[in-house]
């Protein structure tokens, strides 16, 4: 199975929480109900967090990939706003 295409991506590098989720909640607001957004950070707290609030949401979490001190976060937009 492959990846979607990726519509929009946000670098959140060297951010620290809460930030990488509140430029995720910002950017989703961007995009259209089944657009991909995908997601970079370095904050291991985003481990946690953004997948906490994707179950909360109508937003769909595709895919998380940990790599050595990074996180990337593949996420379709749902379709009302949360």
Known sequence: MTDPLIDLQI????LQC???LLKTRQALRHL????????IA?????????PAYLRQSCHQLVRCNEQPGRWIF?????ERES
């Open 11 to 14: 670098d959140a590098s060297g």
């Open 18 to 20: 809460p930030m990488p």
């Open 32 to 39: 259209n109900p089944g657009q991909v957004l995908e997601v």
């Open 42 to 50: 370095t904050d291991a707290s985003s481990a946690q967090d953004i």
């Open 74 to 78: 593949l996420i379709r937009r749902g």
